[in-house]
Nanobody, 115 residues
């Protein structure tokens, strides 16, 4: 199942962006069974985990995201969000959402942070 992230763009360092991810209808009935995750891939680097959220709202963040990023989800709307504050140039990457553990990747959304 491929999930599509949206909401990326160009932002100045120190700014904020909110990424969204809507689940496809094919997983509506089982959505609460899944841990949802955000990943990112910067140019020339491997894809890395940003954080994940369980259906009950337990969140785990990568060290790079702690204190600046917030992951949330709404099971009734089948949505997950990534609020990114205090953005840095090194946050520039393509951001993806997916079901944790899945190797199926949607298109991703580009986030570019300028100095």
């Amino acid at each position: 199942v491929q999930l599509q992230a949206s909401g990326g763009g160009l932002v100045q360092a120190g700014g904020s962006l909110r990424l969204s991810c809507a689940a496809p209808r094919t997983i509506f009935s089982t959505y609460v069974d899944y841990v949802m995750a955000w990943h990112r891939q910067a140019p020339g680097k491997q894809r890395e985990l940003v954080g994940s959220i369980t259906s009950t709202g337990t969140v785990v963040y990568a060290d790079s995201a702690k204190g600046r990023f917030t992951i949330s989800r709404d099971n009734s709307r089948k949505m997950v969000w990534l609020q990114m504050n205090s953005l840095r140039e090194e946050d520039t990457a393509v951001y993806y959402c997916n079901i944790q553990g899945s190797d199926s990747w949607g298109k991703g959304t580009q986030v570019t942070v300028s100095s």
